[in-house]
């Protein structure tokens, strides 16, 4: 079974440019996850969504990221524009179902790290 | 809201010698605990998990936690650190209801020849 795949594995971009990070889930998997992983800190949850709706975006900064996950397969996660704090690994996560209070187990992708300069 | 506690961010532990991650919450419900491990350059594979039941949780790779309500803890060992164990160690937790994990800072283990 093909895990969680993202891409770019590594980015470097200027302050104030823009980026974007593709995540592909385990295939089936409704639910789909974004976590940022800042230096020395565990992964903090951006947003999360059921099938191609958000069920939770409280900690996604959203006057400078958006995501979305048409069609409830592959997600994007776009920032713009990028500042210096935003230099982190960006994990996507993906589970079976995610709904009404169950714990699916989460499989993780490899993350893409952001350098913002 | 609920957190989770970590403490010592890097561990170093001699090879053959029992490996011990401390994890502990803060929660007024009833929580779901998880131990993950991160290898460098790749995602995060899950340990092992309590939700309900026995408190005693094996894993994968030789290591086990125990949920320990009184104190709040669910500490993960292993009696023996091979030198496949050095990775980066996160405990985490989630609550009935929503599947959303909030993680601690991580262990580093080393682990020493």
């Known amino acids: 079974e093909a895990g969680v795949a993202q891409s770019p594995r590594y980015k470097i971009i200027e302050k104030r440019q823009s980026v974007a990070f593709w995540c592909n889930p385990i295939?089936?998997?409704?639910?789909l996850y974004w976590y940022q992983q800042i230096l020395g800190q565990g992964p903090k949850l951006l947003i999360q969504?059921?099938?191609?709706?958000?069920?939770?975006d409280s900690q996604l900064p959203k006057d400078r990221f958006s995501a979305e996950r048409l069609k409830g397969v592959d997600s994007t996660l776009k920032i713009q524009p990028a500042k210096l704090e935003d230099s982190a690994v960006y994990l996507c996560?993906?589970?079976?179902?995610?709904?009404?209070?169950?714990?699916?187990?989460?499989?993780f992708g490899p993350g893409t790290r952001l350098t913002v300069l | 809201a609920q957190s989770v506690t970590q403490l010592g961010s890097h561990v170093s532990v001699s090879e053959g010698a029992l490996v011990l991650l401390r994890c502990n919450y803060s929660?007024?419900?009833?929580?779901?605990l998880f131990w993950y491990v991160q290898y460098p350059n790749q995602g995060l594979q899950l340990l092992l998990k309590?939700?309900?039941?026995?408190?005693l949780v094996k894993g994968i790779n030789g290591f086990e936690a125990e949920f320990k309500k009184s104190e709040t803890s669910f500490h993960l060992t292993k009696p023996s650190a091979h030198m496949s164990d050095a990775a980066e160690y996160f405990c985490?937790?989630?609550?009935?209801?929503?599947?959303?994990?909030?993680f601690g800072k991580g262990n580093q283990v080393v682990v020493i020849p």
């Open positions: 996560a993906s589970s079976l179902t995610g709904a009404g209070g169950q714990t699916d187990t989460q499989y």
């Open positions: 295939s089936g998997h409704a639910t």
């Open positions: 969504f059921q099938n191609n709706g958000v069920v939770d």
């Open positions: 929660s007024s419900v009833p929580p779901y």
């Open positions: 309590y939700t309900t039941g026995a408190t």
């Open positions: 985490a937790v989630s609550f009935y209801g929503n599947n959303r994990l909030a």
